[in-house]
């Protein structure tokens, strides 16, 4: 069994390399209308050029797991500025895209908790499809459609979970079918859990992301031994391997927070019950320290007898 690990957006330690400087709608319209555009460009060529280093960085210490930062384009979305960020920066998202085909990087995105299909007003759903559409985009015009996924989770429950879930299926056929090739779902830590999350996913032919920290904070009455094939075959129909998530809560207090590492103890019960399964998978680390928190997790595991380490972000078991 191979695992690969990667981690989300920063990378911690590499000087002001932020994938994700912002430009507020507010600052954007008190500038004068003549340096709107140019503003725009600049920060986006700041994000697009960091993003470059980090993916550097990834190559240099074998990592082949990342997840883009959605703020890659400050505004692409809003309704009173959308813009075309792809013409300007053809040849920089063309840069990004040869090391990810040439390295064989997995790219992911993960929009916002806003990017949801279960609300029972018209314009959020159209606003999901849109910022699903931004990020498609992006991927496009890294010609990283073939590697590349975005994953969001189901959505809110209204007050009527069964009824969402309905809505869930009707809204989702807004999606482009071609946007709909590249999503996965992932279960949340407090409406839909693992075996919510299985059911639409296997409706809706999507592959679903286990999020293991988000199971352990809403979990109900759910086994996850006995869900975790059925959500590995979810990727069957993909040409890449199952993903999952792992974190592990601040404290007890906040348990759904992520800490700034990843506990051995907390995680290791799940690697125990994929190596039963023995199937190969990527984990993707959302911890708050980012890489330093993947790199010490690896380290940890590779530790473990019967685990061999054969890469700077892999290990056979």
């Known amino acids: 069994m191979k695992i690969r690990f990667g981690y989300v957006a920063n990378a911690i330690g590499l000087w002001d390399a932020s994938p994700s400087k912002a430009l507020t709608f507010t600052r954007y319209s008190a500038l004068p209308k003549n340096e709107r555009m140019e503003k725009l460009k600049t920060v986006t060529a700041q994000n697009l050029h960091h993003t470059k280093r980090i993916l550097y960085y990834n190559i240099a210490h074998e990592i082949e797991l990342y997840r883009f930062s959605s703020s890659l384009v400050p505004l692409a979305t809003h309704p009173e500025v959308r813009w075309d960020f792809i013409t300007p920066f053809k040849t920089e998202w063309e840069e990004l895209g040869q090391l990810i085909n040439q390295f064989k990087l997995r790219p992911s995105f993960h929009p916002n908790q806003f990017t949801l299909f279960t609300s029972p007003r018209e314009e959020v759903t159209m606003n999901a499809v849109r910022d699903m559409q931004y990020h498609f985009m992006m991927l496009d015009a890294m010609n990283a459609l073939e590697r590349g996924i975005i994953n969001i989770h189901i959505g809110g429950a209204y007050g009527d979970k069964d009824m969402s879930l309905r809505r869930f299926h009707q809204n989702i056929k807004r999606l482009p079918i071609e946007i709909k090739k590249h999503m996965t779902l992932e279960n949340d830590d407090k409406t839909y859990e693992v075996e919510e999350t299985l059911i639409t ?16 904070a809403n979990k109900r009455e759910v086994e996850l031994p006995l869900y975790l094939q059925r959500i590995f075959n979810t990727w069957n129909d993909s040409k890449a391997v199952p993903k999952v998530h792992i974190s592990s809560p601040k404290s007890d207090q906040a348990y759904r927070s992520h800490a700034d590492f990843v506990s051995l103890d907390f995680v290791l019960p799940f690697l125990k019950m994929a190596k039963i399964l023995n199937q190969d998978f990527d984990i993707m680390i959302e911890a708050k320290q980012k890489n330093l928190a993947m790199h010490k997790l690896i380290e940890e595991v590779a530790s473990i007898r019967g685990v061999k380490r054969i890469s700077g972000s892999a290990v056979e078991w």
């Open 201 to 216: 996913c296997e409706k809706e032919n999507i592959p679903m992301i286990l999020d293991y920290h988000h199971h352990m």
